[in-house]
């Protein structure tokens, strides 16, 4: 398992169990987690993911780490 991986199930994970008083924020940046079910599998699958609020609506940053391919969440939504 790659360490963002890694750092992602833990970001996660603290999150939860804090209910965003850890982990809501990242470096200034508001944070989200999104949960998808795989569409193969059929099981959830979540993403800490950055977010700014824009009106009443939130945009999600898709970035995959800044690599060339689109995330893999993405498929699953």
Known sequence: MASWQWFGRLHGWV???TNGR???SLAGIDM???T???RRT???RTTPLACMEDGGSFVVVGSNNGGSSD???WLNL
């Open 36 to 38: 998808t079910t795989g």
């Open 71 to 73: 995330p893999a969440w």
């Open 22 to 24: 850890l982990g809501g």
């Open 15 to 17: 999150y939860r169990r």
């Open 32 to 34: 989200l987690l999104l």
């Open 42 to 44: 059929g099981d959830p």
